[in-house]
Every structure is written in C-alpha cells, then in structure tokens.
T-cell receptor, first 114, second 116 residues
Framework: DADVTQTPRNRITKTGKRIMLECSQT?????MYWYRQDPGLGLRLIYY???????NKGEISDGYSVSRQAQAKFSLSLESAIPNQTALYFC?????????????FGEGSRLTVL | AQKITQTQPGMFVQEKEAVTLDCTYD???????LFWYKQPSSGEMIFLIY??????QNATEGRYSLNFQKARKSANLVISASQLGDSAMYFC?????????????FGGGTRLMVKP
C-alpha cells in the first residue's frame, strides 16, 4: 500500500458542485501539502499544514479550502468547482526537521470540471 | 522570490544515448536544495536526485547525475544510457527555508521521449 494515499484518483464533476479530495498518510510526517499540476506550469502550492492546528495558504489558494482532521489526514475542498480548476492534484508530506526537504507524494487525483 | 525555470518543454533522445535536461534557478538564499522528480504517464511523482547548495560534489544516483553549477545557478539533470522507461515528465524543484520552514518551488517540467 502507498504511504500517501489520495481519494478519489479520478473525478468528473460539473460546474458549481462541491468536491472534496482526501489524503491520508502512514509516514508519520507532520507536514502535509496540496499542490495542483497544470501543463507547462509545473506544480503550484495550494495549501500546507505543519500540524493539526496549523493551516497556511500557498501560492494559489483562492477557490479552495482545506481541513487537517488528524496528523494523518489532510483534505482539500472546492466549494463551487469551476472549469479552470480542472487539473491533477497532489498531496505530499514532509518530515519535520528534514535536512533536504524532500516531499513524498501521493498518486495524484485527476479532477475534471465540466 | 524563488523561481525555477525549465526551458525545454519537450525533448527526444535516442535509446542508449545520454541526455541533459536543463534547470536554472533564482534565489538570494545561501542555503537551498535542488531536486529532480520523474513523472511517468501513470502520474505519480518519483524522487530521483537531490543536491544541497553546500555540497561540493555533484550528486549521482545510478544513471542519474546532477550537474550543479552554482555560479551559473543551474542544476541540470544528466541521464546516461537512456532507456525506453525514461520517457516521462521531469520536474526540477528548489527547496528554500523561510520562517515557515522548508518550501519547494517547481519548474514547468520537461517531457522526455526516448526513441527506440
């Protein structure tokens, strides 16, 4: 089983619908991140959390919200999805105190908003 | 602001040949790290190699090596003896430390296609 698990892996929805992407990890890392990937733009940071009580906006947080339900769980919500939120979404974790700052990624959630 | 630039949107390489994927970065920090990740068509992100800004030797991991030229602010990935399975997207990323801790910024990616 993957150390960082995202659900759903694929989702097609309609404009205006509420969508939640879930992430759970068994790595025991405190730090969790949500990125979105768009062609030519690489990965851009949406939100990050350093522990259960800590939530921070990233580069492109507008239109998104997050919840850190537990150390192991970090969910991303789109309250009212729009077509330009069609993208591949990644959850990632990092060990607090990591010398390198390596991110460990989930398998990705591909979201299509029609 | 931190920035990573990958100027090659797509590249072809013949199987068994070496290929260099370019990455330049911009930061005013003295302490930083550089990563390369591979993304095959299945979509997952696979860590390949890491170079710290104070590391004097270029990082190597099997067929992957990172050509780190600090003065030029470049961190190119060299893949030797390309294999068909190397066909994928490749992302360069930079880690800097700020008040919030370690943060990674990614380049736009390079799609590598290996020809048989």
């Amino acid at each position: 089983d993957a150390d960082v698990t995202q659900t759903p892996r694929n989702r097609i929805t309609k404009t205006g619908k509420r969508i939640m992407l879930e992430c759970s990890q068994t790595k025991g890392h405190d730090r969790m991140y949500w990125y979105r990937q768009d062609p030519g733009l690489g990965l851009r940071l949406i939100y990050y959390s350093f522990d259960v009580k800590d939530i921070n906006k990233g580069e492109i947080s507008d239109g998104y919200s997050v919840s850190r339900q537990a150390q192991a769980k970090f969910s991303l919500s789109l309250e009212s999805a729009i077509p330009n939120q069609t993208a591949l979404y990644f959850c990632a974790t990092m060990r607090t105190g990591s010398n390198t700052g390596e991110l460990f990624f989930g398998e990705g959630s591909r979201l299509t908003v029609l | 602001a931190q920035k990573i630039t990958q100027t090659q949107p797509g590249m072809f390489v013949q199987e068994k040949e070496a290929v260099t994927l370019d990455c330049t970065y911009d930061t005013s920090d003295q302490s930083y790290g550089l990563f390369w990740y591979k993304q095959p068509s299945s979509g997952e992100m696979i860590f390949l190699i890491y170079q710290g800004s104070y590391d004097e030797q270029n990082a190597t991991e099997g067929r992957y090596s990172l050509n780190f030229q600090k003065a030029r602010k470049s961190a190119n990935l060299v893949i030797s003896a390309s294999q068909l399975g190397d066909s994928a997207m490749y992302f360069c990323a930079m880690r800097v430390r700020n008040n919030a801790g370690n943060m990674l910024t990614f380049g736009g990616g390079t799609r590598l296609m290996v020809k048989p």
